[in-house]
């Protein structure tokens, strides 16, 4: 997941607004400038909502998206479902960690898939 200076920082690289960022999350404005200036935590579904939307705008107008398109095998982002209690573990444990909930879930994925390969080997 971005942090509040990336996303500052898109948001300027795409000439967008926090009230277009809100309106694309459904969420108030004030709420956008809290997460980005105060330091309050951005709730992990619109963490992904945001990653989405970072990464679309990123590929639009390339010829990137066409590629991803025709390659069914390539997963660029994912969701899974997760209870409130344990979203709440896994924005603390990113917070004491010092990292994006996506980093966390990464090297997460990656230590489970080489655990099953190593096993398989």
Known sequence: MSTPDEIKAWLKR????????????????????????????????K???I????????????DEI?????????ITSFSCPVTAAEEKLIEKACRMA???TRDLLRRGALKEARKILSADS
Do not use: C, F, V, Y
Not at 23 to 34: F, M, P, S, Y
Not at 51 to 62: D, F, I, K, P, V
């Open 14 to 45: 795409i000439g967008k607004t926090r009230a277009w960022l809100g309106e694309q999350l459904g969420t108030a404005k004030l709420t956008i400038d809290g997460w980005l200036n105060s330091g309050r935590p951005i709730p992990m579904r």
């Open 47 to 49: 963490q992904l909502m």
């Open 51 to 62: 990653g989405q939307l970072m990464e679309t705008s990123e590929l639009a107008g390339t």
């Open 66 to 74: 066409l590629l991803r398109a025709l390659d069914l095998h390539h």
């Open 98 to 100: 010092g990292i994006t």
